[in-house]
């Protein structure tokens, strides 16, 4: 006969109870991204203080893993303050010197220097470097291109800020506060 804890079958149901509701799988890529130095899938100016974006890979080519960006930052500039409720970030340092502030705390990084943004933590970065400098953006789940389609679409002089909370709040997100070198 088999004997079975009361845990243990516990905790046997429980899985089985929950697991209609995780998250199905995505199917794995079936192709080959390649990027060479100068290409980009697409490339979006936010036309927000200079910065530049080109997906390298789109959410479509990851099967909904992940997307990835190289954004291409202006001195003294960044986003504001702001939260993702959907999607994690990371960032890689390719040229310059960033400062990035998550969940409160600062960090300063240089070339080759990363960082884990999780969702639902507000974050905000800079370059406080004294040229351009360049990063790239890893966001999981992928679809993040979306919103930076939209933005470059969006014409900056003309931009309410009424339709800059909408468009944040379309694609899970919140502006909490200003950027980092906001007095400048």
Request: with cysteine.
């Amino acid at each position: 006969m088999l004997n079975i804890d009361r845990r243990t079958l516990l905790y046997a149901f429980g899985i089985a109870s929950v697991s209609p509701l995780l998250p199905a799988q995505t199917a794995a890529p079936r192709r080959v991204v390649v990027a060479q130095p100068g290409e980009n899938l697409f490339a979006y100016s936010t036309d927000r203080q200079g910065k530049f974006a080109a997906c390298k890979v789109t959410s479509e080519d990851s099967a909904g893993g992940c997307s990835i960006f190289e954004l291409v930052v202006p001195t003294l500039s960044g986003p504001r303050l702001h939260v993702h409720h959907r999607e994690d970030e990371w960032y890689h340092v390719l040229s310059g010197r960033f400062i990035f502030e998550v969940g409160g705390q600062q960090y300063h990084l240089p070339v080759g220097g990363s960082i884990f943004a999780p969702r639902d933590i507000p974050h905000r970065w800079a370059n406080e470097d004294k040229t351009e400098a360049k990063v790239i953006l890893v966001c999981q789940p992928g679809g993040f291109e979306k919103f930076f389609d939209e933005l470059g679409k969006m014409p900056a002089a003309d931009t309410k800020p009424a339709q800059m909370v909408q468009v944040l709040a379309k694609y899970g997100m919140e502006a909490l506060g200003p950027p980092i070198f906001s007095g400048m």
